[in-house]
Each structure stands twice: as C-alpha cells, then as structure tokens.
T-cell receptor, first 114, second 111 residues
Framework: EAGVAQSPRYKIIEKRQSVAFWCNPI?????LYWYQQILGQGPKLLIQ????????DSQLPKDRFSAERLKGVDSTLKIQPAKLEDSAVYLC????????????FGPGTRLTVT | KQEVTQIPAALSVPEGENLVLNCSFT??????LQWFRQDPGKGLTSLLL?????REQTSGRLNASLDKSSGRSTLYIAASQPGDSATYLC??????????FGGGTRLMVKP
C-alpha cells in the first residue's frame, strides 16, 4: 500500500515570494491534515479536511496561508507572501474518517525562506 | 486546550542501556496516544498507538504505557542501540481527531 506522498521535498524561496506544496493521501483516507514543524518543536496542526470540506483551520494564518482539497483527494497548501518565520517542515497526514484513527505521515517538505 | 510536555528534551546514553521517555498531557479526554520517531530531515514514523481503553502496547524492544487519569505516558526502550538515535515525539489525539504533539526527546545512543 502506497503511503502519503508529498512534493517537493525541499524548497528555498526569498521572503515575500509565494510557494505551494502538494500532498496525495493514502487511498481511501477521507481525512487529510497539514502540520507545520518549526525546527526543534513538535508539529502543529494548520488545517484538517474531511473529504473536500474544512473541519478545523483555527491555527492557519489565513492572511497568508491557504489550502484546498479538490475532489476530496489531493491537497495543496499555499503561502503568499512568505515570511522568514515560515521556514519549517510542512507535513501532510491522512487517516480514515471519524475519531481515534491512526494518522499516517508523509516525508514532509522542508521550506527555507531567506 | 490540550498541552503535551516531554521530558527530558535530550538524552544521551551508552549502547545497551534501558531507557524511559516521558510524556504528560493536561486533558485526559483523549481517544488515543501515539509515539513517533523522527530521523533528521525525515518525516514521522509511527511506533506505537495506544487507544484510550488500553494500558500498554508493545512492539519489539519498545513498550508504551498509558495512564489516562494522571495524564502520563512512558516509552520504554530496552537494550538501546545506536540505530535508536532519533527524536521521539508523543502525540495525543482528542477533540476533532486533532493530534497535539509534545516538543520531543532527542535521543543519542553512543556505541
């Protein structure tokens, strides 16, 4: 069974530029999550989708971050414009719908903003 | 709001030692608790998942316990090896199926 796929793996941009990350969840997983992990810290949830609807985006900085999940499968997370403090690893995870299901994580995208 | 704390933040031990990593959480109304391993520059690998109704889970040299009432979990690693060197993250799953992570314990096992 294929795992969660993410691309790109690495990205370096200058501040004020825009960037987009892509995630393909495990087949059949209706719930998809985006986490931000700043160096030396644990991951923090940015947004959670159930199919193509948003369940929780309370910690998403909506002035610069946006995310979508078209057709309830792949998802894209965008940052526009990027700030230095956005340098982090962006992790995508997926799970079966409902409560208490294990989340499976992709390899992450390491973003460096200079 | 759920808060998760991991102690110690870093740990260095000689090869062969048994060791315990600690995780504490403030809200005991959880669905489950997961322990993850993260190698430098890599994603998260799930090690063990303990459902709220369980007290412990074992996988090879790893044993995780859960005491929901006191808000604590421990990860026990037996006979540590240099290949166990990594950051270990504890995450609690509660309201809305959202994971709240601790800051991690960075483990170094010296040959």
């Amino acid at each position: 069974e294929a795992g969660v796929a993410q691309s790109p793996r690495y990205k370096i941009i200058e501040k004020r530029q825009s960037v987009a990350f892509w995630c393909n969840p495990i087949s059949g997983h209706a719930t998809l999550y985006w986490y931000q992990q700043i160096l030396g810290q644990g991951p923090k949830l940015l947004i959670q989708f159930q199919n193509n609807g948003v369940v929780d985006d309370s910690q998403l900085p909506k002035d610069r971050f946006s995310a979508e999940r078209l057709k309830g499968v792949d998802s894209t997370l965008k940052i526009q414009p990027a700030k230095l403090e956005d340098s982090a690893v962006y992790l995508c995870a997926s799970s079966l719908p409902g409560y208490g299901w294990e989340q499976y994580f992709g390899p992450g995208t390491r973003l460096t903003v200079t | 709001k759920q808060e998760v704390t991991q102690i110690p933040a870093a740990l260095s031990v000689p090869e062969g030692e048994n060791l315990v990593l600690n995780c504490s959480f403030t809200d005991s109304a959880i669905y489950n608790l997961q322990w993850f391993r993260q190698d430098p520059g890599k994603g998260l690998t799930s090690l063990l998942l303990i459902q709220s109704s369980q007290r412990e889970q074992t996988s090879g040299r790893l044993n995780a316990s859960l005491d929901k009432s006191s808000g604590r979990s421990t990860l026990y690693i037996a006979a540590s090896q240099p290949g166990d060197s990594a950051t270990y993250l504890c995450a609690v799953n509660n309201a809305g199926n959202m994971l709240t992570f601790g800051g991690g314990t960075r483990l170094m096992v010296k040959p």
